[in-house]
């Protein structure tokens, strides 16, 4: 070959070069400057982790991404108000899983499995990387069969507890001698209880050796109503065996079912053994009570307790605290270690001007090498537990997220947890309305829980009724 | 008068722009028209809609009186209103009682006393939210000051927020701290109206203070005294935020004052028609009240 000839060759690779790069260029770039406004519920943990991925991908995109917090409460308010009054403000936004189906079908959000179906020319189908997802995260996003939004997290309610009192011999023998079978880690929600029984205490009393300075509690849980103490409560409900507020074969609410009342007075009789104030605790108080070292035992969504919990920098109880799957109750075939999975998903906001745009930083956002890039940047070990198991599954991840392989064989990876999600129904929330503020009142020793969900059985029966669901 | 100017004037809204009289009241008029009487028309014709934002994808159904009709028997409301009264008439009591005591014990010439006026002023410039706030982290029985104190004098720690039976009242002790000051200043004001020499009167008649405070002092503030109770009356009906942060109306519904249920049925129900039907409701309560204190203030002008 001539060099004359290797000259020119040379030439037309790098105009060639120069020609894909400007592409790429011109491709990325194609959203230099568009405004996108982004809606995120403050004090969520996964929330952070997420505008710092949209945020990255708006870098590389050229998009403005513009993130405004708000509270769980005002988030889900601002974004009906500004829906209905037909307000153009928003393009992405959070959405809480039980507010899923009610937002789907009165057309607040696009569903992200429609856009993709409608606009295939715009998908990057390697950056979206649907098989990178747990099946539970595509299941619990999924409202009548079509995908809502790209999942915040992945892991749902976990047990975690003390280890030094577990394994502590006096603790131990007492409590052989008092319930007849040994302190482990609860099986049973009977258990459960027996447990949280017997580690409340008074200061006084010893523990694990020590004398109490000021009362111990067995467990605690975020009982403010309604959303707290519904997404504890619900645990309990779907292992006793009840449904969600209601039968989906025929439509009627069995608040008041045998399994629902027997999952009611389970969690009353957990009353006593709660510390003080938990009836108005937030899911952060309760673990916060966890983490300061007042508490045996609580259940808590497994990522905020990663945070919180586990973490040495926040927690009393770090090299003393453990984790596994929820109880059962014997004899609920099918429904073992019940778990809520719970999680928040990023959606379109279907008013959105910039909705190709909006979908495209999302798409970026939650790619594998975003994701793993800001999770290792900022969040590795403990403040997000990204959605995409070959990110959790990295030798490199588990190597820095000291705890990742014990969270992945005992939570994410295994089989036998069933996991749920909130029943998809617009009317769920003023059913759960009712249903929680009756049992928080059974709680506080207002009513009895027969009664209580006896009178939330009939004012969701005149809402399903007024919905069209049963006559 | 009117008509001649009327005439002069011309009609219409070339009338108006001419008329000096018509000019002034333009803005008040505007401002009333946009900002109150819309918005309350409004409100009345929401209430005899069925508008539910989620259902139905948000469509509205006109349904007439079928919302009020619905309140009527609707026990959560009757319940809620019910509360609203409770909460009203126990906090404007003790919030009366305190601000007229405190007014008569610092109307008087002592040491620090423009600190203690200021001190005492100090929690009404606070925004309810920021009061609610204060209280729940007060009332909190783990790491509250309160509960310290009770345990301290072997009296506790008691959940007041969260029993049932204590909810409204740690609520009412919380809006106490924060509106009595209100009665306070009115009623210091009406006291440092009096003439100093009735009192000089009554002293050199040899009347004892409480005499002088029961049979001269009251009576002249009297008027005074009701007023400042029913503005708070009326404000103490529609109390939302504290509510709203200390107990968000529970627990259970033991908190759950009309201003709570409107609040979620608007916005956690989105039930908007039904949610303006309790509000007229409402309204019409107050409105009601306010032709009472309207006649009280009319009765008390002529009587000085």
Redesign the interface.
């Known amino acids: 070959m001539s060099a004359l000839r290797r000259l020119g060759m040379l030439v037309a690779v790098l105009v060639l070069s120069g020609a894909v790069a400007s592409l790429a260029w011109a491709g990325a770039k194609k959203y230099e400057g568009v405004p996108l406004r982004v809606m995120l519920p403050d004090g969520w943990t996964e929330a952070k982790p997420v505008s710092n991925l949209l945020l990255e991908a708006g870098k590389i995109l050229g998009t403005d991404v513009k993130i405004s917090w708000y509270s769980m409460d005002e988030l889900h308010d601002k974004a009906l108000i500004d829906f209905t009054a037909g307000n153009k403000t928003w393009d992405i936004l959070a959405v809480q899983s039980y507010n899923r189906a009610e937002w789907a079908d009165m057309g607040l959000i696009v569903p992200m499995g429609k856009y993709i179906a409608e606009h295939p020319d715009v998908v990057d189908k390697a950056k979206l990387a649907m098989n990178d997802y747990y099946d539970i995260s595509i299941r619990n996003y999924t409202h009548k069969g079509v995908w809502l939004g790209a999942p915040m997290y992945v892991t749902g309610v976990a047990l975690f507890y003390r280890t030094d009192l577990f394994n502590h011999p006096d603790e131990k023998k007492n409590f052989k001698a008092k319930y007849g079978y040994d302190l482990k880690e609860p099986a049973t929600y009977k258990e459960f209880r027996d447990i949280a029984e017997f580690f409340t205490r008074k200061a006084g009393q010893t523990l694990a050796g020590k004398v109490l300075t000021s009362d111990f509690y067995g467990t605690s849980h975020s009982d403010k109503p309604v959303g707290f103490l519904w997404s504890d409560f619900v645990n309990y409900l779907i292992a006793f065996g009840a449904d969600d507020v209601y039968d989906p074969k025929t439509m009627r609410p069995t608040l008041n079912s045998p399994q629902a009342i027997a999952a009611g007075n389970f969690m009353v009789s957990l009353v006593p053994f709660m510390p003080p104030g938990h009836l108005n605790f937030t899911s952060g108080e309760s673990t916060a009570v966890f983490a300061e070292g007042s508490v045996a035992m609580t259940i808590e969504y497994f990522l905020r307790c990663a945070d919180m919990v586990l973490n040495p920098a926040k927690s009393k109880v770090a090299d003393k605290a453990a984790f596994t799957v929820l109880p059962s109750v014997p004899g609920v075939k099918g429904r073992e270690h019940a778990a809520h999975h719970g999680g928040n998903f990023l959606g379109l906001y279907s008013l959105s001007g910039n909705m190709e745009a909006a979908y495209k930083t999302i798409e970026l956002a939650f790619s594998k090498e975003i994701m793993r890039k800001v999770y290792i940047e900022k969040y590795v070990p403990y403040g997000w537990i990204p959605p995409r198991p070959s990110i959790l599954h990295d030798p490199e991840i588990q190597k820095r997220v000291p705890w990742m392989k014990e969270a992945l064989t005992k939570l994410m990876d295994r089989k036998d947890i069933y996991y749920f999600e909130q029943a998809p129904l617009p009317e769920y929330f003023r059913a759960m309305d009712a249903a929680a503020t009756a049992l928080h009142k059974a709680m506080s020793g207002g009513t009895t829980v027969d009664k209580g969900f006896n009178e939330a059985q009939k004012e969701t029966e005149v809402l399903f009724k007024k919905a069209g669901y049963i006559k | 008068m009117s008509t001649t100017m009327g005439k002069r004037a011309g009609s219409g809204w070339a009338g108006v722009l001419r008329n000096p009289t018509l000019m002034f009241l333009l803005p008040m008029g505007l401002y009333l028209i946009l900002w109150r009487a819309i918005p309350l028309l409004y409100t009345v014709f929401l209430s005899l809609n069925d508008w539910n934002?989620?259902?139905r994808?948000?469509a509205r159904t006109f349904i007439g009186l079928d919302n009020y009709v619905s309140l009527v028997w609707d026990a959560r409301f009757h319940d809620s209103l019910w509360i609203s009264f409770v909460f009203m008439v126990v906090a404007t009591g003790i919030q009366t009682v305190l601000g007229v005591g405190l007014a008569l014990a610092t109307d008087r010439s002592f040491r620090g006393k423009s600190f203690v006026q200021g001190a005492l002023l100090l929690p009404m410039f606070l925004t309810p939210v920021a009061v609610g706030a204060i209280w729940?982290i007060l009332f909190?029985?783990?790491i509250g000051p309160v509960?310290y104190l009770l345990s301290f004098l072997g009296l506790g720690?008691y959940?007041m927020?969260?029993?049932?039976s204590t909810a409204l009242w740690a609520i009412v002790i919380a809006d106490t701290w924060q509106w009595t000051p209100f009665i306070y200043l009115l009623v210091l004001s009406a006291l440092q109206g009096i003439p100093e020499t009735i009192i000089e009167a009554a002293q050199i008649d040899c009347a004892s203070d409480f005499v002088i405070v029961r049979k001269i002092i009251l009576p002249l503030i009297k008027g005074t005294i009701l007023v400042a109770a029913l503005l708070r009356a009326m404000e103490a009906f529609r109390v939302f935020p504290k509510i709203y942060v200390m107990?968000?109306?529970?627990?259970?519904?033991?908190t759950e004052a009309s201003g709570i249920l409107i609040y979620?049925t608007a916005?956690?129900?989105?039930e908007i028609g039904y949610a303006s039907a309790m509000t007229i409701i409402m309204l019409v309560l107050l409105v009601t009240a306010y032709g009472f204190y309207l006649n009280v203030v009319r009765r008390v002008s002529l009587e000085y």
Do not use: E
């Open positions: 934002l989620v259902r994808g948000g729940y909190q029985p783990s509960n720690p959940n927020l969260g029993s049932a107990t968000g109306g529970g627990p259970g519904r033991a979620k916005f956690r129900f989105f």
